[in-house]
């Protein structure tokens, strides 16, 4: 691996602000499962999980959006903001999925969506930090 | 017209619905990845994008005809479905075999190894999905 340069110090959507989303999302992602293991529907815990996490992740836009008012620039704009968008949608998704669906089902959806989230954070940063080459 | 309605399952509740799930997040994906590609920097893998944006469309038209549930809905499923695991199986064995024919990754490159083989597994879950709601489970 050649160390590369020090373009993700400057990444908005890098360290704690990228580590809360990942971590509520991975968190509540096991909760669903585990309710869905266990033939539950989602419960209050999903979704006050699945509010936080958008709350977390429309912190996480926030700064992206004033870093490139600041003058910043992602590595690749159109895929960045693509994956923006996407992200500030997904937990909102697997909200209205699961009130349509108050079956076990409906906490397997809240469980995917929030395996899906971490993905998507770790593709934004990647978006950010793309180097000429 | 013989089986009764409550018997048969519908595709778009229970475990269909986190299929249609999983459809609608590939739908964004691949589209919004499709559209920039083609948009942006066609010329660099005409073939790649094109593919993305068709693979992008049937993933679209998967979820509509399994959220749609009807008799032509299901119908559309079956057809989507069948044609990504048809193009999800040639398109990992051509990319394979001949790397320059796709240039740059798409959605169906390597068996879809860039998005966790769920290319693969998806349209799979899809046909078994539309058989077992097919008729009435005894």
Request: charged share 15%; hydrophobic share 55%.
């Amino acid at each position: 691996m050649v160390p590369v340069t020090s373009v993700g110090a400057d990444s908005p959507v890098d360290g704690i602000v990228a580590t809360v989303p990942i971590v509520l999302s991975l968190l509540v992602a096991v909760w669903a499962l585990v309710a869905a293991v266990r033939h539950r529907p989602p419960d209050r815990v999903q979704f006050v999980g699945l509010a936080v996490l958008e709350v977390a992740l429309l912190v996480l836009s926030v700064l992206a959006l004033v870093a490139v008012g600041g003058g910043d620039r992602p590595g690749e704009p159109g895929a960045f903001f693509g994956y923006l968008v996407t992200l500030v949608c997904l937990p909102p998704l697997a909200w209205v999925l699961a009130r349509m669906e108050p079956t076990r089902w409906g906490s397997a959806i809240v469980c995917a969506v929030c395996l899906v989230t971490p993905v998507v954070v770790v593709r934004l940063q990647q978006t950010w930090e793309v180097l000429g080459g | 017209m013989v089986e009764t309605g409550s018997a048969r399952q519908r595709t778009n509740s229970g475990p269909g619905r986190l299929l249609i799930a999983v459809y609608l997040l590939f739908a964004i994906a691949a589209t919004s990845r499709a559209g920039l590609q083609l948009a942006t920097k066609f010329d660099e893998a005409p073939v790649a994008y094109l593919l993305s944006g068709v693979a992008a469309l049937i993933y679209i038209v998967a979820a509509v005809g399994l959220a749609r549930a009807g008799h032509t809905g299901r119908r559309v499923a079956l057809a989507c479905c069948s044609v990504e695991l048809v193009g999800v199986v040639a398109v990992g064995i051509l990319s394979l075999v001949d790397k320059d024919l796709f240039p740059d990754e798409t959605v169906w490159s390597q068996f879809g190894s860039g998005y966790g083989y769920i290319p693969l597994v998806l349209p799979v879950l899809g046909l078994i999905w539309l058989w077992r709601t097919r008729r009435a489970p005894a």
